[in-house]
């Protein structure tokens, strides 16, 4: 159970964090203000901040790493 339940979180965040690399790199996100309900609206706007900080912290950490290399 607990191991369906971590793969399930684990998808999610994954699914955020590329929505938070599409929107950083085309400019496109979800359409969030086109939800009428105010809650559903505030957790579709939590769970993109979400995917925006995953995707913040692994630049941060693929930056440390001598693994990756910055190309401009």
Same mark, same amino acid.
């Given at each position: 159970?607990?191991?369906? =339940?971590?793969?399930?979180t684990?998808?999610a965040l =994954?699914?955020?964090? *590329?929505?938070?690399g599409?929107?950083r %790199?085309?400019?496109? %996100?979800p359409?969030?203000g086109? =939800?009428k309900?105010k809650?559903l609206k505030? =957790?579709?706007?939590?769970?993109? @901040?979400?995917g925006e900080w995953?995707?913040?912290?692994?630049? *941060? *950490?693929?930056?440390?790493? %001598?693994?990756? @290399?910055?190309?401009r």
């Amino acid at each position: 159970m607990f191991g369906r =339940l971590f793969h399930l979180t684990f998808d999610a965040l =994954l699914i955020s964090a *590329v929505l938070a690399g599409i929107k950083r %790199s085309t400019g496109l %996100s979800p359409a969030v203000g086109k =939800l009428k309900n105010k809650d559903l609206k505030q =957790l579709a706007v939590t769970y993109l @901040e979400l995917g925006e900080w995953v995707c913040d912290l692994s630049i *941060v *950490v693929m930056g440390r790493s %001598s693994a990756f @290399e910055r190309r401009r």
